[in-house]
């Protein structure tokens, strides 16, 4: 499946880490770390990247979902990558809440504990400035709705603090990022509404990894998997 609602969001893979979100009563869409995208797309409103590895931060995918007025959305660590795009980047270098006409957002780090390059070194250290995202909109009856993003990322001490997480987008490949098993622990961690599975089907993992990611889960959280690799 390639496509499916939260609420009144509208959730489309693009594949690997990548994802567009649509609200269409606030006539608002944004894209997380598109990357590889092949065909026409229509513009989104932001776009949200999470760190400068290149299946994450791929420019060329951007320019496809971006139009007179999208902005972009990057921590400092992408300057170089992105630098052709100019004033359409905002980039940011800390944790607070940042508002726009849309929605609130604010970062969480993501960086690796456990996942080496060389004996001493990991392939995400917290040094890097990779990050996570958190986007939150206001709804009718006072409860926000938060999209969590977490970028490429281990369980970290961060992430297990999360609360009140309506959809969550956790990698779960391994190698660079968490583990199947660990994204079922951070799952049941965060206790989204809604936990989609990502960074898997063009690199590494499958979709068999994806399923049995939600099988893990079954009773507990909510999965719904999304891609664009065929079964």
Same mark, same amino acid.
């Given at each position: 499946m390639k496509q499916a609602t939260y609420k009144e969001a509208r959730i489309t893979a693009l594949g690997h880490a990548g994802f567009n979100v649509e609200l269409v009563e606030k006539k608002v869409s944004f894209a997380f770390d598109p990357y590889d995208l092949q065909g026409e797309f229509d513009p989104v409103d932001y776009v949200f990247v999470s760190h &400068? =590895?290149?299946?994450?931060?791929? &420019?060329?995918?951007? +320019?496809?979902?971006?139009? #007179?007025?999208?902005?972009?959305?990057?921590?400092?660590?992408?300057?170089? #990558?992105?630098?052709?795009?100019?004033?359409?980047?905002?980039?940011?270098?800390?944790? /607070?809440? =940042?508002?726009?006409?849309?929605?609130?957002?604010?970062?969480?780090?993501?960086?690796?504990?456990?996942?080496? +390059?060389?004996?001493? #070194? !990991?392939? =995400?250290?917290? /040094?890097?400035?990779?990050?996570?995202?958190? !986007? %939150?909109? #206001?709804?009718?009856?006072?409860?926000?709705? +938060?999209?969590? =993003?977490?970028?490429?990322?281990?369980?970290?001490? %961060?992430?297990?603090?999360?609360?009140?997480?309506d959809v969550a987008f956790l990698p779960i490949s391994g190698t660079f990022v968490m583990t199947l098993e660990e994204a079922v622990e951070a799952a049941e961690s965060l206790e989204p509404k809604l936990a989609i599975p990502m960074h898997f089907g063009k690199l590494l993992g499958s979709s068999a990894d994806a399923n049995n990611f939600q099988k893990a889960l079954q009773g507990k959280v909510p999965v719904t998997v999304l891609t664009t690799v065929d079964y």
């Open positions: &400068p =590895h290149f299946d994450h931060c791929d &420019p060329a995918s951007i +320019r496809k979902l971006s139009g #007179e007025t999208t902005k972009i959305i990057a921590p400092n660590c992408c300057q170089q #990558e992105l630098a052709d795009f100019g004033d359409a980047v905002e980039y940011i270098a800390d944790d /607070e809440k =940042h508002e726009t006409k849309a929605f609130t957002y604010w970062t969480i780090p993501a960086y690796n504990i456990n996942k080496y +390059r060389t004996p001493t #070194e !990991v392939f =995400h250290p917290r /040094e890097l400035g990779g990050v996570g995202f958190i !986007v %939150e909109f #206001e709804v009718p009856g006072g409860k926000n709705m +938060r999209f969590y =993003h977490a970028g490429d990322t281990d369980f970290t001490p %961060e992430m297990a603090e999360l609360k009140k997480v």
